[in-house]
C-alpha cells in the first residue's frame, strides 16, 4: 500500500451530502526512463544536478556506475535504466541526476529526463500489488490520458545489493584515506 507522505497541498471534496472531506495531496517529480513517465515523491528529493564525474566502486552491482562526492559527500548513484532492465544509454553533460533519499541514505538516480512536479490525490494512484513484479513501484498514478509509474526509492537495493555496494564505499573510503600531502600537492599512493 502506498505510504502517504507530508502534505504538500490540500483539496477540499465535498460529496452529496454536502460533507466536507480534506483529501491530502501527494507532490511528484516526474521523469522520463525509455520513452515510459516514472515519478518519485517530491519530498524525498533534494536537488537535480546535470551529469558530474562518477568514479566506479569496486563490486558495486552492474546499475551502479559509482559515487559522486557532492558538497563533500559521497552519494552512490544508480542508473534507473539498468535496474529497471532498460538497454543503456551513454550519458551526456545534459544527462540529469536526481538527488533524493530513500529514508535511510542519500543517492543519485541517473535518469533520460526530468519533467515536472504536479500534485496528485490518493485516490488517482493504484497500488503497486496489483502488478505482478512491481517490486520497484509504490503505485500507479492515473494522469489526465495516461498512467504514470511512481517508484518506491527503498525497494531500488535488495540487502544484498546494498551490502555490496556498502563493501565498495567502504573500500573507496580507505582508498581516499591513502592520499597523502607532499610538498602541497596530493599524491595518491598505490599498493
Known amino acids: 500500500m502506498l505510504n502517504e507522505s507530508p502534505v504538500a497541498h ?37 536537488e537535480i544536478l546535470r551529469l558530474v564525474a562518477i568514479i566506479p566502486i569496486p563490486e558495486a552491482p552492474t546499475f551502479v556506475p559509482g559515487i559522486i562526492n557532492l558538497r563533500g559527500k559521497i552519494i552512490p548513484i544508480l542508473d534507473l535504466r539498468l535496474r529497471f532492465g532498460f538497454p543503456h544509454k551513454y550519458y551526456n553533460l545534459n544527462t540529469p541526476i536526481i538527488i533524493a533519499t530513500n529514508g535511510s541514505y542519500v543517492m543519485g538516480i541517473i535518469v533520460d529526463q ?43 537495493l535488495d540487502d544484498s545489493e546494498e551490502k555490496s555496494l556498502q563493501a565498495g564505499l567502504a573500500g573507496q573510503n580507505k582508498d581516499a584515506a591513502e592520499f597523502k600531502e607532499t610538498d602541497s600537492t596530493k599524491v595518491y599512493s598505490i599498493g
Request: glycine share 2%; with cysteine.
Open 10 to 46: 490540500k483539496a477540499i471534496q465535498c460529496d452529496e451530502k454536502s460533507v466536507c472531506e480534506i483529501k491530502k495531496e501527494i507532490k511528484l517529480l516526474s521523469f522520463m526512463l525509455d520513452n515510459h513517465e516514472y515519478a518519485v515523491e517530491a519530498v524525498n528529493t533534494i
Open 114 to 156: 526530468v519533467k515536472e512536479v504536479f500534485n496528485i490525490t490518493p485516490a488517482n494512484i493504484a497500488a503497486e500489488h496489483i502488478m505482478p513484479g512491481a517490486q520497484y513501484l509504490k503505485g500507479v498514478a492515473k494522469c489526465d490520458s495516461h498512467l504514470l509509474l511512481i517508484v518506491n526509492l527503498k525497494n531500488l
